[in-house]
């Protein structure tokens, strides 16, 4: 067990108001609004996928789960990229590492050091005014509809 909390930055169906927060996130220690930098889209399977700065990307995850939390609080904190838009949500705080993010990595189809449709990255995201590091899951090529406000799901309109 690692000794350091992990955090996560949560945008779709981990939030806790969708479908697999509670078969994945159940007795988390914390969850907090979140927000980052990115862009946010509907991705045509019924989920979003997020896109981020791959130059802000500090690391990206891997088969040691616990250095991967570690890593978190050892790395300094990138300035934020004002070129993209701020997609919002919540980051998770877990305290099982090793248990959670095989997990998560399976839920979200990533497998490090091979080709998959996420990718697990530490980069930085924006709780209650102060930067901090978390892992989140980027997608490289978003294809699917551009969610401008970054919030998922788009809101409906009525007519």
Known sequence: MSACPLQVFVYGTLKSDERNHAPFCANAKKIEPATTRGE???LP???PGLCVDN???LASGTADYAADTQLQYDMTVPTPSEDL????REVITFDDPVLRLPALDGLEGYSPDE???YRR???????????ILVWLYHIPRPTGEFLPD????AAQ???
Do not use: M, N
């Open 121 to 131: 990255v530490l980069y930085p995201v924006d709780v209650s005014g102060e930067a």
């Open 85 to 88: 838009g701020t997609v919002h």
């Open 115 to 117: 080709p998959s449709f």
């Open 45 to 47: 399977y019924g989920f």
């Open 40 to 42: 946010l889209y509907e």
């Open 157 to 159: 309109t009525t007519v």
């Open 150 to 153: 970054g919030r998922w799901p």
């Open 55 to 57: 130059g802000k990307i």
